[in-house]
């Protein structure tokens, strides 16, 4: 039978890479997941304890998608913890995905945001000049920095970590890192994903000088495909409409970097 | 002329008849203006209880195989009271609030938080298939139906719709404890209760094990149920149960619905549907020489 996209599909964990204390990649073979767009995410089952979101991570093996996933509460630790050999369902892919600029571009990633813009990064051309900002609380929760400069190694480029404590890289948020580049340098391109109000900072920064700015969100999910309503932004579904958004539209969302919803549907503010 | 889709249901009126389902989307008023601007005749909000409730963990809605989907999100909803406060500013979307319970208490208390607000009909969910103490639990206690109908029914003037499923007992015993009590209307019906298993697994899929089955292959057994409702019993019908086309819809007309909900379809075509069946029901009533939905109802069983 054909395979449901909407069906859960078992695929086993062949590799695990530790990429920081908190932080794992976990990479299977599967016939679809590795040529999804970046932004785009899957429905990762966890069998006895959730089905989370995740954008799909890339793999350097053909055949090969992974995810990156930091542990925090019990259903992303109880992924962070599957072993070698063992099994996690996957539907999808889901949402739509970046689109693909050329010329000067800048991507912002925060934590596992970092995911789609490793992705991305797969599909800028050698013509492309990429500044990679990476954001991170301190130097033990940096990761992807080899891994962007390998992906970026045809390109000009440069990659820029940003940690809040100054335990390496440049000391300070990741959006003052923003405000700062947007200022010096026109860009093509700016793309972003991390925590909300990280996004939201960079999305002001770059739609207030006319940049073309995306961010891809995230919220609590249960379908993935626009009918329980668990992710409405407004009127916006993030599964379904997004999870990109264009800036132009993210600056008439009057959600957007203030309020999300909780598990019973409750408006709650960000926290600042 | 045009053949007119605007259609009653009883006392409610509506300008298209096809609705959105309880439980798809129903979250946010700038998602029911979204959907009335895209076609809905009018929303059904997910159904509100007394207190906001979280549902059930992940996962909680897949696809089965061969199609359908199946759900057991366990009715996350924020309250009445909280919700009644989001849609208060609504003036132009035709909102139909669905309710559950486990007594009539629980629903008069509801009804009152909504005094302020613009309710085109209250939907008592006497047949959500996955949660304890109500939905089906009540519904298949004709004494709790009752009880709940009646209180309900002198609690308000708005219109109310009791939404049946099929349970343990003959769901038609239901919908005829429902109309002994003065309810205006009835859809039928809910998802059915089902469960999937993943053989790799090897155990349930669903979070909560048993969940319920929608989409296109419970369209047969919804159409029949309309079909047996209108037969016997002269009350509006609303039908609901995998429709995903105007000839659904149709098929739903003739078997006696005034006007039809659908809630998976969206996860299939997006939005973008409820325009695609109105102007399919349009252009059928323009081939057929209809030019009410009235005209339509129930015209299959003359056969």
Known sequence: MQRNLNHPTIVTIEKVIDETPTVRTLIFSDDIMPNVLPGQFAMVWIPGVNELPMSVMISKESGKAAFTVRKHGPSSTGLFNIPVGGQIGIRGPYGNSFDVKNGKLLLVGGGTGLVPMMRLLTFVKPSDDVTVLMGAKSKDEVFFEDLANDLLQHNSHRVLVSTDDGSYGEKGFVTDLVEKLVNETHYDAVYVCGPEVMMYKTVQSAHSRNIFVQASLERMMKCGVGICGSCCVGEDLACRDGTVFDGDHLSTNKEFGHLHRNKAGILENYQV | ?303
């Open chain 2, 1 to 303: 002329m045009e053949p007119s889709i605007a259609t009653s249901i009883g006392q409610i009126q509506l300008d298209k008849p096809v609705m959105l389902a309880s439980g798809i989307l129903g979250i946010s008023l700038d998602v029911f203006n979204r959907l009335y601007a895209s076609g809905a005749g009018a929303v059904v909000t997910k159904s509100l209880s007394t207190a906001p409730w979280e549902g059930y963990p992940n996962p909680t809605i897949f696809s089965v195989k061969g199609g359908g989907w199946i759900n057991a999100v366990g009715l996350s909803n924020p309250g009445a009271s909280n919700f009644a406060k989001m849609i208060e500013p609504n003036q132009d979307v035709p909102i139909v609030v669905s309710l559950v319970g486990s007594v009539p208490e629980d629903f008069e208390i509801m009804i009152k938080e909504f005094e302020n607000c613009k309710v085109k009909a209250f939907e008592l969910n006497l047949s959500c298939p996955h949660v304890a103490k109500v939905g089906l639990e009540v519904g298949d206690d004709p004494g709790l139906v009752k009880a709940i109908v009646s209180t309900v029914k002198s609690t308000t003037n708005v219109p109310v719709i009791a939404k049946v499923g099929l349970g343990t007992s003959n769901y038609l015993n239901t919908v005829n404890t429902a109309i002994d009590s003065g309810i205006d209307a009835i859809t039928a019906i809910n998802t059915v209760r089902a469960m999937a298993i993943d053989v790799e697994i090897q155990r349930p899929i669903l979070s909560n094990k048993f969940g319920g089955l929608s989409g296109t292959p419970i369209k047969p057994i919804a159409l029949r149920c309309v079909y047996e409702i209108s037969s016997q019993y002269d009350i509006p019908i609303i039908g609901c149960g995998g429709i995903s086309s105007w000839e659904d819809a149709i098929e739903f007309f003739l078997a006696g619905a005034s006007a039809v909900q659908l809630g998976s379809a969206i996860g299939d075509n997006w939005v973008g549907v409820f325009d695609e069946i109105n102007k399919g029901i349009i252009q059928y009533m323009e081939r057929k020489g209809f030019s009410t939905i009235k005209e339509m109802a129930g015209l299959a069983k003359k056969s």
